[in-house]
Every structure is written in structure tokens, then in C-alpha cells.
């Protein structure tokens, strides 16, 4: 069953016309891509007056910081007030004001309010207002309200939104989108997010967790366009119910705001990434039966010098010889080129098959039609490019470009029932987002899948190396970047994988062990019969590293600022 999208209709539940800018954002989406906002229902509730001598005596005073600090010293971008007239203009959507009824801590909608609503035929109203929501009004569109929860509702109910995570130190937020029930934050799951904490930060990390929560109802939308009916899953949370900090919490938070940030910026300048390839004569199926087991086995290459370090390997077997293709990166020249390792020189001699004005990385490699191919990352160049691989001349040349306009990053390709799928992160979100794309030929046009991105999740959405056909199971390998960069490899298998439809599930981590020289991050694994390649990363200091990650600090202060100020 499919449905025309642009046919939709949506209704919000607003407690004033003026909205949150992330909430102005969400709406700006849908109405872009013809979902039509039809209803707004506004409360209309006017807060009860309260003379001075009784706002004295009811005053929350164990949560004064609190209180005092998130009105008048709190002000992330994500949360500036926008007129609604301003989101959608003209503003043709039919206003209804509501006065709600309260029972408990739940809010209803009166009989006559909840049929003119189902007059409407909505198919989704989204709730940005009345707080606690019971009654007919849950079923009153054709595909209920939905609401978001700012954090994994798994771990934290309740409010502040990510601010518990930050508190204690957890790396991960999630973020859901669900079709409210009458249980407290324990809805139907209509779509969930996985985000890294910003640990030196909450306010970046409320702008981050509001402003990427925008697209979520957009891409249930389009599952409902595909699929006639989104996915929901029932949630079974049994975790605690939080509520606003204490005093003493709040005095915590600003000394870990304090403590962190210095720790961050001293940490992002002094210590930086030392990578290395390893090797081992072991079938890669063979690998990850037992990784742990194997982990100690594998032969580390020898580096040219302090300064530069390997990382990305894949591996090809030919009839003249094995290969190990790679990721050579100088912190002088601020940039990899892509290097390669032969079998029959055991592996000890490294030769540059390419080198661009660009910086280059993560050699995925393949073969295809008689030839050998290779997709190296070049974010850089705003292309996803072709090369040819001369074997003779030990040297990647340019075929074509397969994407122009688009900075991808480690970009996969899988073949499967007559098609070629791309699979891709981007800059922006590169260890955050997992981006799919089709073509029917391998030298495309390659098309975005109607739902980018396919995954949106800190814990495994980057390509971590080729995908796995082992034991009837297709693997997709994954990294893992939860408290910094390549913690870790996460093989997820693909349950489904047609034109409509993309699934997966974690079924195993890879992470390096303690007799590891270099055991502080994993984040390539590739293979065939008879040998598995890996990197392990370690943390070091040089001179020239630290110039480098000074001028990345710098343009990313620089493009945060463009950013807002757009």
C-alpha cells in the first residue's frame, strides 16, 4: 500500500503562537516536502494567580540554581522563541483554542475539542505543548500524536533533556520520536537516534540533540509513503523518572563544565591519533568467530617516521599477487595519500599507488569485470571517484567520478540482485550518519535512497570496511565512536535489504585487547580466505601533530559560528 505524502496532513499542539527555533525547524521540514500543516491546536489555559506572600512560600528553593540559571542565564540557540506566523506564512492552518482539563498530572481535551480534531482527518499531530497527554485526543489522528524524548528512554525518563547524561558521564544520548500511549515515556517507538555526548558541553549538546531531531517525523513520513504504515515498536522502559537538579547537582554541573572544557581543549591540543595497520594469515571468517582469541597474533607494519601514521586497510587477492591497500597520513603535509603492501615482499615495503592535491583515506577495493577498483575517501574534493587499478605500474588511475557535489566519507559499495548500493557517511556527521544510495550501473547515476539517512547512530553508523557474506549471514562492519574517534569495530547484520526497506542488527563488537600495541581504538577490519587485516590506534604527541589539530580546532570554530549565524 503506498500513499501520496504530498497528501498529508498534520496538526501541532502549541501552549502559545510562538514556538521553539528547533520545533520551527521540524515544521519548516515537513511543509518543504509538501506535508501540509492543517491544525493548530493551541492551550488557551491561563496560569492560575498566585499572590506574593504564597509564590514565597511555594517556591522550589532546592532548585533555585536551577530555576535561576535556565531562565535568564540558559539560552541555546535550539530554544529561541519563533513566531508561528513567521514558520509558515501565510498561516492558513484552522486555529483551535482549547481549555484543557486536568486530572492527576494528565491533560484531556474536551469531548467537543477531540471531535472538530477528528473533523480534520490528520494523519499525525505533533505535540510541542500541554504537557501530559491522556484520553480520545491520543487517538484522534490517523497515526496518533507523536512526541519526542531528548534522551534514551531505555535509561532516562523524565527531564531535563540530556542533561542526566551529561551529569553522569554517559557518552551516548538518544534521542526518540514516539506515538504517545497513556504510560509516561513509554510510547509506541516510531523512530530513534543515537548521538555522542558533548561532554564539555551542554549547550552544544542540546543544540546538537534538538536541531538533528528535526528530521525525525520527515523520515516516518516517508515510511508511511513507502510502507503505508510506519514501524513501531512498543516500549518496555523500566528506567527512572528524573526531574530538575538540586542545588548541590547544579553546583557539580558547573564545576564539570568547568573541569571538562579545559581537559577537552588540552586533550584536542597535546594528544593526537597514532595509527597503525596489523595483519594475520587467518581467514577473515575465521577472525571473527574468535577475535579476541586471534587479536594477539597480528603483525604490525613498520612506519616511515614519527610523524606519520597508517590507518584504512583493505585487501585484494589477484593472480600475480596479495595486496594491502591503505591510508599513509603526514601530520606535516596535513593529508593521506593512499599506499599499498605486496605478499610477495612480505609485506615489509610500502609504495604510494596514489596521491592527489586532496587528502585521501580509506582505500575501499574491489573487483569487478576483470579489473581491480578502488573508491578511495575524498571528502575533500567533493567527489566520489573511480579509479582503476594498474597492476603493473602499482598505481590507482582515474576511471570517473560515480557522485560529484557531495563530501563523502568512507564511502562502500554492495552488489546485490542487479544493483550497486553506495553506502556513505558525510562530513557533517560523518561518525553519526550512514547514508545509502542505488545505481543499476556501477559507473551509476547513483540515486539517494527515499529515506537518507538508512541509520543514525554514534555506536555503529560508519563504514568500518567492506561488508561480510559469512556463514549465510551478510555483516556490514561499523565503527564505533562513543567517546572518541574509532573506539571500536561493530559487525550489524542486514535483516533486509531491498529498494524500500534497509534493517540491521548489532551482533557483535570488536574492540582491541590490552597485549595490543596500539589499544586505543579499532576501527577498520577487512579480509578474505586466507588473511584479516585490522588498525589499532594509540595516543602520542608531536609537534607537527599539534600545529595540525590547532588549525582543525580553528576551522571548526569557524564553521560553528557560519553555521549559527545562518
Known amino acids: 500500500?503506498?500513499?501520496?505524502?504530498?497528501?498529508?496532513?498534520?496538526?501541532?499542539?502549541?501552549?502559545?503562537?510562538?514556538?521553539?527555533?528547533?520545533?520551527?525547524?521540524?515544521?519548516?521540514?515537513?511543509?518543504?516536502?509538501?506535508?501540509?500543516?492543517?491544525?493548530?491546536?493551541?492551550?488557551?489555559?491561563?496560569?492560575?494567580?498566585?499572590?506574593?506572600?504564597?509564590?514565597?512560600?511555594?517556591?522550589?528553593?532546592?532548585?533555585?540554581?536551577?530555576?535561576?540559571?535556565?531562565?535568564?542565564?540558559?539560552?541555546?540557540?535550539?530554544k529561541k522563541r519563533v513566531a508561528l506566523n513567521e514558520v509558515v506564512a501565510p498561516l492558513t492552518a484552522k486555529l483551535l483554542p482549547c481549555l484543557p482539563m486536568h486530572q492527576g498530572t494528565s491533560t484531556f481535551l474536551s469531548n467537543h475539542d477531540v471531535e472538530i480534531i477528528k473533523e480534520q482527518k490528520l494523519d499525525f499531530i505533533l505535540r510541542f505543548g500541554f504537557n501530559i497527554i491522556g484520553g480520545e485526543i491520543l487517538e484522534a489522528a490517523r497515526h496518533g500524536i507523536w512526541s519526542f524524548h531528548h534522551d534514551d528512554e531505555m535509561e532516562y525518563r523524565g527531564a531535563p533533556p540530556g542533561f542526566w547524561?551529561?551529569?553522569?558521564?554517559?557518552?551516548?544520548?538518544?534521542?526518540v520520536l514516539q506515538r504517545l500511549t497513556e504510560s509516561l515515556d513509554k510510547g509506541i517507538i516510531l523512530r530513534k537516534a543515537h548521538y555522542p555526548t558533548i561532554l564539555h558541553s551542554y549547550k552544544a549538546h542540546l543544540n546538537n540533540l534538538y536541531f538533528e531531531s528535526s528530521i525525525m517525523p520527515l523520515q516516518v513520513c516517508r515510511e508511511i509513503q513507502a510502507l503505508g504504515t510506519p514501524q513501531e515498536t512498543p516500549s518496555q522502559s523500566t528506567a527512572n523518572i528524573y526531574k530538575a537538579p538540586r542545588n548541590s547537582q547544579m553546583l557539580k554541573y558547573w564545576w564539570l563544565c568547568f573541569s571538562r572544557r579545559l581537559r577537552f581543549h588540552l586533550h584536542d591540543t597535546f594528544r593526537q591519533e597514532d595509527w597503525d595497520v596489523?595483519?594475520?594469515?587467518?581467514?577473515?571468517?575465521?577472525?571473527?568467530?574468535?577475535?579476541?582469541?586471534?587479536?594477539?597474533?597480528?603483525?604490525?607494519?613498520?612506519?616511515?617516521?614519527?610523524?606519520?601514521?597508517?590507518?584504512?586497510?583493505?585487501?585484494?587477492?589477484?593472480?600475480?599477487?596479495?595486496?594491502?591497500?591503505?591510508?599513509?597520513?603526514?601530520?606535516?603535509?596535513?593529508?593521506?595519500?593512499?599506499?599499498?603492501?605486496l605478499k610477495s615482499e612480505d609485506f615489509k615495503k610500502h609504495h604510494t599507488a596514489l596521491e592527489e592535491p586532496f587528502h585521501l583515506s580509506?582505500?575501499?577495493?574491489?573487483?569487478?569485470?576483470?579489473?581491480?577498483?578502488?573508491?578511495?575517501?575524498?571528502?575533500?574534493?567533493?567527489?566520489?571517484?573511480?579509479?582503476?587499478?594498474?597492476?603493473?605500474q602499482r598505481k590507482l588511475v582515474?576511471?570517473?567520478?560515480?557522485?560529484?557535489?557531495?563530501?563523502?566519507?568512507?564511502p562502500t559499495l554492495y552488489y546485490k540482485d542487479g544493483v550497486w548500493n553506495l553506502f556513505l557517511s558525510t562530513k557533517e556527521h560523518s561518525n553519526v550518519k550512514l547514508y545509502r544510495y542505488l545505481a543499476d550501473d556501477l559507473r551509476g547515476p547513483y540515486r539517494p535512497y527515499y529515506n537518507n539517512p538508512v541509520k543514525t547512530d554514534c555506536r555503529d553508523a560508519r563504514m568500518a570496511g567492506a561488508f561480510i557474506e559469512s556463514d549465510g549471514r551478510l555483516l556490514r562492519p561499523g565503527q564505533e565512536s562513543i567517546r572518541y574517534y574509532g573506539t571500536a569495530v561493530c559487525l550489524n547484520e542486514v535483516t533486509t535489504l531491498t529498494n524500500n526497506q534497509?534493517?540491521?542488527?548489532?551482533?557483535?563488537?570488536?574492540?582491541?585487547?590490552?597485549?595490543?600495541?596500539?589499544?586505543?581504538?579499532?576501527?577498520?577490519?577487512?579480509?578474505?580466505?586466507?588473511?584479516?587485516?585490522?588498525?589499532?590506534?594509540?595516543?602520542?604527541f608531536t609537534f607537527s601533530g599539534m600545529s595540525h589539530q590547532l588549525k582543525l580546532k580553528t576551522q571548526r570554530e569557524q564553521h560553528l559560528k557560519s553555521n549559527f549565524k545562518a
Open 398 to 410: 582515474r576511471d570517473s567520478v560515480l557522485m560529484d557535489g557531495i563530501r563523502a566519507v568512507d
Open 165 to 175: 547524561e551529561f551529569m553522569q558521564d554517559n557518552p551516548v544520548n538518544g534521542i
Open 278 to 341: 596489523a595483519y594475520a594469515d587467518i581467514p577473515l571468517h575465521e577472525f571473527i568467530k574468535e577475535p579476541e582469541a586471534h587479536l594477539k597474533e597480528f603483525k604490525w607494519f613498520r612506519r616511515k617516521r614519527g610523524n606519520v601514521y597508517y590507518a584504512d586497510p583493505f585487501v585484494i587477492t589477484t593472480n600475480k599477487d596479495t595486496y594491502i591497500f591503505f591510508e599513509s597520513y603526514d601530520y606535516k603535509q596535513g593529508k593521506g595519500c593512499i599506499d599499498i603492501s
Open 502 to 540: 534497509y534493517s540491521e542488527t548489532e551482533v557483535q563488537r570488536i574492540a582491541p585487547i590490552k597485549k595490543m600495541r596500539f589499544r586505543k581504538g579499532l576501527h577498520s577490519l577487512n579480509g578474505n580466505d586466507t588473511l584479516t587485516v585490522i588498525d589499532g590506534k594509540r595516543f602520542y
Open 362 to 392: 580509506y582505500p575501499f577495493v574491489f573487483q569487478y569485470d576483470g579489473n581491480v577498483y578502488c573508491i578511495p575517501e575524498a571528502n575533500e574534493s567533493n567527489q566520489v571517484a573511480l579509479y582503476r587499478f594498474d597492476e603493473e
Open 1 to 78: 500500500m503506498e500513499e501520496n505524502q504530498s497528501g498529508m496532513r498534520f496538526g501541532i499542539m502549541v501552549d502559545s503562537m510562538t514556538i521553539e527555533q528547533w520545533q520551527a525547524d521540524t515544521i519548516k521540514q515537513l511543509i518543504s516536502n509538501g506535508i501540509n500543516l492543517a491544525l493548530i491546536i493551541r492551550n488557551d489555559e491561563k496560569a492560575p494567580k498566585q499572590g506574593f506572600f504564597k509564590k514565597i512560600r511555594n517556591y522550589p528553593y532546592r532548585k533555585m540554581f536551577f530555576q535561576i540559571w535556565n531562565h535568564y542565564f540558559f539560552k541555546p540557540e535550539c
